[in-house]
């Protein structure tokens, strides 16, 4: 069985980390390997990097920069050896959430954005990516009643509405790779969703 790289993305509050979990044991339990991993982060130096992306005030370049320099060690030393032995990824946040936070959220030109994906994946692609949607005044009640916030969760509404700008263009220039979740529904709802894609594919 070959393994398969599954991306999970939405905003700050979506709810994403849960069904993450979820899906590895469902997995596991049908006899796959699975990996689970983050962005940014996912190998010491890329953990490093992230906490001063989610800590340090630093300009728009330098932030694409240092994201997608944890993304290429992350890509080297732990996602693709894992798919090369079969086993399945998931990865909480990856490329898009840099379309969507950096991109739209920021304003960071996005072709600059695609050069970088270009060089750093080359040609590395999710075979699937959820995302977990909702309306922006909804995760932030959501975010509200959680722990203090990072650089990011921080962030305004209005923010907050252009990265999921940001993920629904994403979704309509590959629209073959995007499930979207209607994520403001319940846990329990918003997990018939995930299972009914898997399924939906075979999987
Ligand atoms: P998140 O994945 O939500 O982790 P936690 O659940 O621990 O808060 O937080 C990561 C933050 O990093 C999130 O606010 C989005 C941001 N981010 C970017 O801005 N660009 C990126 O490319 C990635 C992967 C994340």
């Given at each position: 069985m070959s393994g398969r790289f599954i991306t999970f993305e939405g905003?700050?509050?979506?709810?994403?980390s849960t069904h993450i979990d979820a899906l590895a044991e469902r997995l596991r339990h049908m006899g796959q390997h699975v990996v689970c991993t983050r962005e940014p982060g996912g190998t010491p130096l890329a953990e490093t990097l992230r906490g001063q992306i989610l800590q340090s005030a630093m300009d728009p370049l330098t932030e694409a920069l240092l994201v997608f320099a944890a993304r290429r060690d992350h890509i080297q030393q732990v996602i693709a050896p894992a798919l090369a032995q079969g086993h399945s990824v998931l990865c909480d946040r990856f490329t898009d959430a840099t379309f969507a936070?950096?991109?739209?959220?920021?304003?960071?030109d996005s072709d600059v954005l695609s050069t970088l994906e270009t060089w750093v994946q080359q040609?590395?692609?999710?075979?699937l990516t959820f995302w977990f949607d909702l309306p922006a005044e909804t995760a932030a009640e959501r975010r509200a009643a959680a722990r203090s916030p990072d650089r990011f969760e921080q962030l305004d509404v209005h923010f907050f509405n252009r990265v999921r700008q940001g993920y629904a263009h994403r979704m309509e220039q590959s629209p073959q790779r995007f499930a979207r979740l209607d994520?403001?529904?319940s846990r329990e709802q918003v997990w018939a969703q995930v299972v009914a894609q898997m399924e939906q594919r075979g999987w």
């Open positions: 905003i700050d509050g979506a709810g994403k936070y950096q991109g739209a959220g920021r304003g960071f040609g590395l692609q999710p075979a994520a403001a529904q």
